[in-house]
C-alpha cells in the first residue's frame, strides 16, 4: 500500500485501523495490509459442518454458555460443534440464533451474519448483542452511517457492549473525531481492560494523531497480552520509528518476510517525514531482505520516484541508516 497524501503534512499519512471484532475483523495497519489470504480460506472450509445431522446428540439448555465462551476466546471449531448441537435441540432459541450469527461472522460470512442479525434486533432477550453483531457487520462490508446507528443504540441499550464501543472508536477515527474515538476505546477498556485489540486501536489512534509517545504504551500493553499478532507488531514498530527510533523499530524481526515488512514500514515512515534518502535506502534494504519480490516496498519505490519527479526533491532531508 502506497502512502495517501494528507492535508496537514503534504506528505502522506497513516492508514486507518478498523479491528471490530476480536476474531473476526478488517485490519489495516502502517503500509502492509492484513487480509484473508488462501491459508485463512482453508481454514474456514474446516471450521464448516462437522456431524451429519442424524448424529447430532441432544444439548443442555446450558450448553450456549460453552458456545459463548468459546466464540469469546476464538475457539471456533469447539463452538461450531457445540452450536451445532445446541440449535439441533434449541431451534428458536434467540441466543442460539445470535450464536449462529457471531459464528459466521467469525468465519467471514458477513451476508449471512448481518441477515441473521437483523432478524434479532427487536428480540428484547439478544437486542443489544444483535444491534452490536449488526453494526460491527455494517462497518467490515463499509455501510459506516448505518452502523454507527446501529452501534450507538446497542450501548445505549447495554453500555457494557465493549465491542460496540471499540467499532465506534473505529467510526470516529475515520471522521478525525479523536476525543470521541479516545472517550469509545476508553469505555471499551473499563469493561474488558485486558482485550489486546482495543489497547492496539486505542495506539494506533494515538499514533494517527502523531503522538508516537503517547500510542507507544497501550500498543505496548497490546503486545505483552498477544505477543503473536502481526498486526500489534507492525504497529509497535511504526510508533518506535515515528519516534525516530528507526533501529529499534526492525530488530527483533524473526523470518527474513517479517524483517523485509519492518524496514518497508520504516521507509515508509522515513517518507511521511520527508527523508527521501532514508527512505529508499529502508525500501531497498527490504526488497534485498523479502526471500519473494516485495511489491510492496517496489510500489513505495515507485512512488517516491513520483515525488522526486514532480519537484519534491528538495524535501529532502539527507540522513544515514541508523
Excluded at 461472522?105 to 449488526?134: C, K, Y
Aim: one cysteine or more; glycine letters at 6%.
Amino acid at each position: 500500500m502506497t502512502p495517501r497524501a494528507d492535508r496537514s503534512t503534504n506528505v502522506c499519512r497513516l492508514p486507518r485501523v478498523i479491528a471490530a471484532f476480536a476474531v473476526a475483523g478488517l485490519v489495516l495497519a502502517g503500509c502492509q495490509t492484513t487480509g484473508m489470504g488462501e491459508e485463512d480460506e482453508a481454514s474456514i472450509e474446516d471450521e464448516m459442518p462437522l456431524l451429519p445431522p442424524d448424529s447430532v446428540p441432544a444439548a443442555e439448555p446450558g450448553t450456549i454458555l460453552l458456545v459463548e465462551k468459546a466464540l469469546d476466546e476464538g475457539r471456533i471449531r469447539d463452538a461450531r460443534v457445540l452450536l451445532e448441537r445446541f440449535v439441533f435441540t434449541f431451534p428458536e432459541d434467540p441466543r442460539g440464533k445470535l450464536a449462529a450469527a457471531e459464528l459466521r461472522l467469525a468465519l467471514g460470512d458477513t451476508g449471512g451474519a448481518m441477515q441473521i442479525f437483523r432478524s434479532l434486533v427487536d428480540e428484547p432477550t439478544v437486542a443489544a448483542d444483535a444491534r452490536q453483531g449488526f453494526g460491527i457487520t455494517l462497518i467490515l462490508v463499509g455501510d459506516t452511517e448505518v452502523a454507527f446507528k446501529e452501534l450507538s443504540a446497542a450501548v445505549e441499550q447495554d453500555p457494557t457492549r465493549w465491542r460496540a464501543w471499540n467499532a465506534l472508536g473505529a467510526y470516529y477515527d475515520a471522521q478525525d473525531n479523536w476525543e470521541k474515538a479516545e472517550d469509545a476505546y476508553r469505555r471499551a477498556l473499563a469493561v474488558r481492560p485486558n482485550e489486546a485489540m482495543i489497547l492496539n486501536n486505542l495506539g494506533f489512534s494515538l499514533l494517527m494523531q502523531d503522538k508516537a509517545d503517547d500510542a507507544l504504551k497501550p500498543l505496548q500493553e497490546a503486545m505483552r497480552l498477544d505477543p503473536e499478532s502481526p498486526l500489534i507488531k507492525t504497529n509497535v514498530r511504526l510508533a518506535l520509528a515515528r519516534k525516530g527510533e528507526y533501529r529499534r523499530a526492525v530488530s527483533g524481526s524473526g523470518s527474513d518476510t517479517e524483517l523485509a515488512k519492518a524496514l518497508n514500514n520504516v521507509g515508509y515512515i522515513a517518507l511521511m517525514e520527508g527523508d527521501y534518502v532514508l527512505a529508499e535506502a529502508y525500501f531497498l534494504r527490504a526488497m534485498e531482505a523479502d526471500p519473494t519480490f516485495n511489491k510492496v516496498a517496489w510500489r513505495n519505490l515507485n512512488y517516491l520516484k513520483s515525488l522526486r519527479e514532480l519537484g519534491d526533491e528538495a524535501a529532502q532531508i539527507p540522513a544515514a541508516i541508523n
